[in-house]
């Protein structure tokens, strides 16, 4: 009996992701689709032979931030199949969110042939160049013929282009992010049979791409000037013990936002919230601060860099040099976080540290209550476990662990969207993150929980993350009491434009969904919740009283001052 012959787009997808996963994939996420389907089919072959972990997802958006999960904390690049069209579109955000925060994805398109681009062909745009400048690199395949030549030759050139999309998105020159290979596919797309033949064959685990490295140099910023050093989002969080473990060493006071893996911590606890004390920062000002890295949260941190007379120099792990603030007069490299000779603090820096101790014990003293943002945050970070990673949701909470949590357990990694800091996708993003470590924690608003609740569309077939989701809800847009549209003489039009309540029942949308689902009614209850290891999706919702942010904010303020 003659065995039927695979079409020759099958052979093209395989060979594509055959040369993906010996270049380092080992996680690739499948969107459903008509055009995709070779692809489909290769990536559960590969997936069965055991070389690859699949992930079926029917939401394009959510799946784009599954992927970017994926990689956040492994720095291993996630590969994500959608079909043409609206499909591939909706990866916009993942992309440009990968893009800002230099995480690693490889993007693979199925398309129609050229010849239908511009002839109102159904489900048919321009497919290269819709993700702009937000992609390393980017490729466009034709389509092979039925030819066996013809195909061959596709087939033969699809391996190297693997590769090349594959490094793009690592970084080979040191700036890891997305990259783009949009394979146009010609009928027929599906075998004729399954499982196919013949097996794709074994190959040995490949290697993951290097983390960043603990910096060698001997050489960089040394100048003895009363330095502050503000640490920011990190493209590798791994690497936050690199630059806590040379401030310490510099003898420089450091404050931090609260993103990345905590080893002995050198960074002042509420070190954000110190520099809301006006006189005590006036007496106490740097005449230079070095930032490292992103810089993405504090309103008091940027108007300390606007500060006149300041010199700011930044210490960037990315190739473009973050100056949010317009100030930054001299960039270095990470690597030049490297100084053999131990200072020991001054007297101004020891005034730092002590004024950053003061404030712990005060804010100890008199901690927010449980059934608030900040007491959340506070309650989240004492319950997680050492070695866990935490993925914190944008807007308040994020906010509410940088001002009100002194200190984040050793072995905690604490990382967050921060390359756009949209609330889409972030609970997708913390799936990804337990998929890749093994289980993990997230702390999320009830609008940004809402906006992705997506993620929760598992199919039965699919393995469920380990992942505990600490969910406040406030009944909308809590970030807004705070800024400026929550002053009191906006409140007339607060609610509609910006508290934008929904009054969706959290408990009965995890019900539909088939996800555990907690409300904790007493501090005591809340830290039980959060102790319980993560096993499959749970979700924690927490009711908070969305008034009360900007009077508690206030009340944080007024513990900073110094008597």
């Known amino acids: 009996m003659i065995k039927p ?16 996963t010996d270049a380092g994939v080992a996680e690739i996420v499948v969107c459903p689709g008509s055009r995709s ?69 490889l993007v693979v398109s199925a398309d129609r042939p050229h010849e239908l681009r511009h002839s109102g ?66 009928e027929p797309l599906v075998p004729d049979a399954w499982p196919l033949e013949p097996p794709i064959p074994q ?24 330095t502050l050093v503000v640490l920011g989002d990190l493209v590798d969080p791994a690497t936050r013990p690199v630059v806590s473990a040379w401030a310490r060493v510099q003898g420089y006071p450091l404050i931090a936002e609260p993103f990345g893996l905590r080893r002995e911590d050198a960074a002042l606890p509420h070190g954000p919230l110190l520099l809301t004390d006006p006189g005590w920062l006036a007496a106490h000002l740097p005449e230079r601060v070095l930032t490292v890295g992103r810089l993405t949260l504090s309103r008091p941190v940027t108007a300390l860099l606007r500060t006149r007379g300041l ?23 990470f690597e030049a976080l490297g100084d053999p000779q131990s200072h020991p603090p001054t007297a101004w820096g020891r005034a730092w540290q002590a004024a950053g101790e003061d404030l712990a014990r005060r804010l100890a003293g008199a901690p927010p209550a449980w059934d608030t943002g900040a007491g959340c945050a506070r309650a989240v970070a004492a319950g997680v476990p050492a070695g866990a990673h935490l993925f914190v949701g944008p807007s308040n909470p994020v906010r509410d662990l940088d001002v009100a949590v002194a200190r984040v357990p050793d072995g905690v990694t604490v990382v967050a969207n921060r390359g756009l800091a949209g609330i889409d996708g972030c609970l997708a993003t913390a799936a990804g993150i337990a998929y890749a470590e093994g289980a993990a924690y997230a702390l999320l608003g009830d609008l940004t929980f809402l906006h992705d609740a997506n993620a929760l569309l598992i199919g039965p077939a699919e393995e469920r993350p380990d992942l505990s989701v600490v969910v406040v809800n406030d009944g909308g847009g809590g970030i807004f009491t705070l800024l400026e ?30 996800v555990p689902h907690v409300l904790p009614t007493s501090p005591d209850a809340l ?37």
């Open 311 to 333: 010199v700011v120099e930044a210490i960037t792990d990315r190739a473009l040099v973050p100056d949010p603030a317009g100030v930054v007069c001299a960039s270095h490299p």
């Open 203 to 226: 190959h040995p685990p490949a290697l993951s791409p290097p983390s960043a490295q603990a910096p060698t140099s001997d050489h960089g910023p040394t100048h003895r000037a009363r």
């Open 527 to 563: 830290a039980e919740a959060i102790g319980a290891p993560p096993d499959g999706i749970r979700v924690i919702e927490v009711r908070v009283r969305r008034e009360g942010h900007r009077a508690e904010r206030e009340r944080l303020r007024t513990l900073a001052v110094r008597p």
């Open 485 to 514: 549209p929550g002053a009191p003489e906006l409140s007339k039009a607060f609610d509609r434009l910006f508290g934008t309540p929904t009054q969706t029942d959290i408990g009965a949308l995890c019900s539909a969904h088939g």
């Open 121 to 186: 062909a159904n489900q048919t745009t321009v497919q290269p160049g819709m993700f702009a400048e937000a992609v390393r690199w980017e490729a466009d395949v034709a389509a092979p013929g039925p030819e066996a030549t013809h195909a061959a030759t596709h087939i033969a050139a699809a391996r190297p282009l693997a590769r090349a999309a594959y490094a793009a998105a690592v970084g080979s020159a040191g700036d890891p992010g997305p990259a783009h290979l949009n394979l146009c596919l010609r």
């Open 5 to 20: 012959v695979p079409p020759p787009t099958l052979d093209l997808a395989r060979a594509l992701l055959d040369e993906a």
């Open 37 to 105: 389907a070779p692809l489909a089919y290769a990536a559960l072959a590969a997936a069965e032979s055991g070389r690859v972990r699949l992930h079926v997802r029917v939401d394009e958006r959510s799946a784009g931030f599954l992927a970017l999960g994926l990689a956040k904390t492994s720095r291993r690049p996630a590969l994500i199949v959608t079909t043409s069209g609206t499909a591939l579109a909706n990866l916009h955000p993942a992309v440009l969110e990968a893009h800002h925060a230099c995480v690693p994805m």
